[in-house]
């Protein structure tokens, strides 16, 4: 029987997957965990029970968060919910507008940000600009391709066969259009005609060969011809799947009709998309064609203009570019979801976005080496925290990157290239997930409960989820303002300690004793479970033998509560002054060593040695464990 000394110095690889509980020659098992939920991985290889959740206010129903930044002490959120959007300054509501995407549409809804300008686009859906002008003053309406001389620059298109003509009947006023073939439907009305690049306004529709048009530009002849075109964003044929700006050009990537196609617009005027004669400022056009389907999904600026389609991602190149030097090139062949749009994010130059199939996270990154861009998958140890994502976003200031799942879960990936650390942890709630949003330095959350659908933001100090918190100069019993938690059994914190949990009526609880400062709402669990050792020692390893743990000791940092297993049960794990309860004491926060003895043979490989589970809404930070065992083969 041999006696050994095991160190935990680090969890920077996460939780880790079912699946390598035999793969104890990973540096990943060394340094992962068999379940981490409900706290987040320090980049250093610590972790702590994750901040709780402030209530900010009640959402009009499901939808998706979008950040607007106008400078740096102007931040706003927007609350997209069926047919409206809400506006938040620092948690306050502060507008509202009505807007026309219904609740199935926003989880399709793509939106990039110039100025005081949130443009946002849906297949199904004209192109909308919000734009703000003041913190109660925000405006939606249509977008407007720059107008010159009759002449609209936005992009058209030959739908019809190559071979179908068109004829008009003048050169001049009102003219009838003649096609050799169906073309025109009845949405055709108010839209714009290229007849040998001659601009026209289809007035009526006669039938579905022939149309009333006014002349916009006075035509060339009436001859038929084959050279027409109409334009090509109309309730017709769809409008735009995807925008982003890159070089100083706006960026649209396929519509509903054209899903494969890319336009970029003139140089330094956005809504300008006239091709010209191909001059370096003019506007870019180009199909995406090869031998699979290449549905633009996404469009992103970054090192270079990067193309997610549902087929493989692209870069396109030229610096600047212009419509003699831009190349596309395909890089990988992962592809994007096609059933819901979920923005890809830059972290650190890499841009992490969501593949099609798969419970995956991938890293598309620049290889300088290679001359192209490599797709890693960043969830390759955990792929069991990964169900559907429907929304992300990243923390810079944390290195955290939230993912939310369709099931309502939010993994979390604490990730740092330079330091080789991608770290996953699930966090759990009391309801759903459905969509995060970093509005400066405050994460946003919107989460359904059993009591409707909140709006809520991550905050340091806060243990309960839904959180309010309160402060009265004379201590009081009665607490009021919590409506939105009516019914629900609620934790509460009273001047720093842990106070018996209560039921909300009639939007209040009542305390036993009078507290000054209160803060109450959903009680979660955090978990820690190391995985099962894998040690070799001189009678060979502890695989498929027998392992007894001696003592555990646990590092800990401003910790005020600790529930532990180390084999026969949970039970509290005292620290000096608190004499072992937790109740109506203001712990102190403990900084240092504990050690706690274990007894009994292990004998299932499987299992881990300790466990930590606890609800008390009091802060916890765990640096690294060290486990004295002995083993016998």
């Known amino acids: 029987m041999a006696r050994l000394t095991l160190h935990k110095t680090s969890f920077t690889s996460g939780e880790i997957s079912p699946r390598l509980l035999g793969r104890g020659d990973l540096t990943a098992y060394e340094n992962g965990a068999g379940k981490l939920r409900n706290v987040f991985i320090h980049p250093t290889g610590g972790i702590s029970r994750r901040p709780g959740l402030r209530y ?99 992009p058209h298109h030959k739908f019809a066969d190559e071979d179908v003509t068109m004829a008009a009947s003048a050169t001049t006023g009102t003219i009838t259009l003649t096609a050799s073939a169906d073309v025109f439907a009845a949405g055709h009305a108010g839209l714009r005609f290229r007849v040998e690049n001659k601009e026209v306004e289809i007035a009526s529709i006669t039938s579905a060969t022939q149309a009333q048009a006014l002349v916009k530009e006075t035509l060339l002849s009436t001859a038929a011809t084959k050279d027409w075109e109409e334009q090509s964003f109309s309730s017709v044929r769809g409008w735009p799947l995807s925008i982003n700006f890159h070089q100083d050009r706006m960026t649209i990537g396929g519509s509903r009709d054209l899903p494969n196609r890319l336009w970029l617009s003139k140089s330094s005027d956005l809504f300008n998309f006239d091709l010209g004669e191909g001059l370096d400022d003019e506007g870019i056009e180009f199909a995406i064609l090869s031998d699979q389907v290449n549905a633009i999904r996404a469009i992103f600026s970054g090192r270079h203009l990067q193309v ?53 996270l991938r890293e598309f990154l620049f290889a300088d080496v290679e001359q192209a861009y490599q797709a890693t998958d960043l969830a390759t140890l955990a792929r069991h925290l990964i169900d559907v994502p429907v929304d992300q976003d990243f923390d810079t200031s944390e290195r955290l990157f939230f993912m939310v799942m369709e099931n309502g879960d939010l993994a979390t990936l604490t990730i ?48 309960v989820d839904s959180a309010l918190t309160g402060t009265d100069g004379t201590p009081k019993t009665t607490w009021t303002g919590l409506d939105h938690l009516e019914g629900e059994t609620v934790a509460i914190l009273a001047d720093g300690a842990e106070h ?68 026969r049960g949970f039970s509290d794990v005292p620290f000096k002054g608190f004499g072992g309860s937790l109740l109506d004491t203001p712990p102190q926060a403990f900084t240092g060593d504990k050690t706690v003895r274990a007894l009994g043979w292990r004998r299932d490989g499987t299992k881990p040695l300790w466990r930590i589970e606890q609800s008390t809404p009091l802060p916890f930070t765990l640096l690294s464990v060290t486990t004295k065992i002995s083993i016998n083969g």
Not at 323 to 333: F, I, M
Not at 418 to 432: D, F, I, N, P, R
Not at 526 to 554: D, E, F
């Open 308 to 360: 997610f389609t549902s087929g493989a991602e692209w870069m396109v190149t030229g610096y600047p570019l212009t419509p003699g030097n831009v190349q596309l090139r395909r890089q990988t062949r992962i592809g994007s979801p096609t059933d819901r749009t979920v923005p890809p994010r830059d972290v650190d130059g890499a841009t992490l976005f969501v593949p099609r199939n798969g419970p995956e």
């Open 416 to 463: 740092f290239r330079t330091e080789q650390v991608t770290a996953w942890s699930l966090q759990e709630t009391s309801g759903a997930f459905q969509s995060v949003s970093f509005a400066g330095n405050t994460p946003y959350f919107l989460v359904s409960r059993s009591n409707g659908v909140f709006l809520e933001s991550l905050e340091h100090g806060l243990n």
């Open 500 to 567: 018996a949990s209560r039921t909300v009526s009639g939007g209040a609880v009542t305390l036993n004793e009078p507290a000054s400062t209160v803060a109450i709402g959903l009680p979660y669990t955090h978990k820690v479970q190391p995985l099962a050792p894998m040690v070799q020692s001189a009678q060979g390893g502890s695989q498929g033998g027998k392992v007894r743990p001696v003592a555990i000791t646990l590092r800990l940092q401003d910790t005020s509560a600790l529930r532990l297993d180390t084999g």
């Open 56 to 154: 900010v206010d009640t959402a009009r129903g499901d939808g998706r968060l979008v950040a607007f930044e106008f400078n740096t002490e102007q931040v706003y959120l927007l609350v997209f919910t069926d047919l409206f959007v809400d506006v938040y300054r620092d948690g306050v509501k502060t507008a509202s507008l009505a807007t026309p995407w219904t609740e199935a549409q926003i989880k399709q809804i793509v939106w990039v940000q110039t100025a005081d300008t949130l443009l946002v686009v849906h297949p199904d859906v004209p192109p909308k600009k919000i734009t703000r002008t003041s913190d109660s003053a925000w405006t939606i309406y249509d977008w407007a391709f720059t107008d010159k001389d009759g002449r609209i620059f936005q």
